[in-house]
Structures are given as structure tokens and as C-alpha cells.
Nanobody, 125 residues
Framework: QVRLVESGGGLVQAGGSLRLSCAAS????????MGWFRQAPAKEREFVTD????????RYADSVKGRFTISRNNARNTVYLQMNSLKPEDTAVYYC??????????????????WGQGTQVTVSS
């Protein structure tokens, strides 16, 4: 069973930065596509970004493009989310997810097989 553990969330002022980490164990991390999703109170979970198993391909939601960067270190079984120029609307619980698919065709949450427990990010204005 794959276990994903997020860390790095917290409270930050608007314009600030945070770096989230997601450590994986129990599976073959290097073969999984990885994604980050977020869920704000009373809202649906939404796609933020994803990265292919080899790190060569990434996608971003329009709302975070140019501010967030996803990366991975397969030797450390870890995926990262660098978040810059944070805005109050980025406030949410952030989840990392792993997909066993060779190709993740869409940005739907249903593409992913394993999920972490989430880490809270709060951006104050």
C-alpha cells in the first residue's frame, strides 16, 4: 500500500512563499505520476498541478501558472510544490496524489489512486 505524507503547510502573508513536500512510501514512486490538488472550505477539490513519472512533463491550473512549480526527486521518493506570490484565494487544504497510470490523460481527481491526508495552507491578506 502506498502512503503519502504531505508537509510544509502553514500561515503566510499574501505575497509570501511556501514549499510543500509529499513523501511517498510503500510503492514504486519512480513509476507514478504525481499531482497536487486543493480544497477550500465549501468548495470542490480542484486540480493544481501534476508531473509525469520522469519529471519531463508538467501541467498547471491557470490560477497558479507562473506562481507555483512542481518538481520531484525520485531518489528521495518525494514530490514538491513551490508556491510563490501567494494570494488569499490560495487558502485551502493541499493534497498530493499518485497515479499508477503510465499517462494521466486528464486533470480529474479520479485519475489518481493514492492520496495523502492533506496539509493546510492559509494566506492572510
Amino acid at each position: 500500500q502506498v502512503r503519502l505524507v504531505e508537509s510544509g503547510g502553514g500561515l503566510v502573508q499574501a505575497g509570501g512563499s511556501l514549499r510543500l513536500s509529499c513523501a511517498a512510501s510503500g510503492g514504486t514512486f519512480g513509476s507514478y505520476a504525481m499531482g497536487w490538488f486543493r480544497q477550500a472550505p465549501a468548495k470542490e477539490r480542484e486540480f493544481v498541478t501534476d508531473i509525469s513519472w520522469d519529471g519531463d512533463n508538467t501541467r498547471y491550473a491557470d490560477s497558479v501558472k507562473g506562481r507555483f512549480t512542481i518538481s520531484r526527486n525520485n531518489a528521495r521518493n518525494t514530490v514538491y510544490l513551490q508556491m510563490n506570490s501567494l494570494k488569499p484565494e490560495d487558502t485551502a487544504v493541499y493534497y498530493c496524489a499518485a497515479s499508477r497510470s503510465i499517462v494521466v490523460r486528464t486533470t480529474a481527481a479520479s485519475e489518481y489512486d493514492y492520496w495523502g491526508q492533506g496539509t493546510q495552507v492559509t494566506v492572510s491578506s
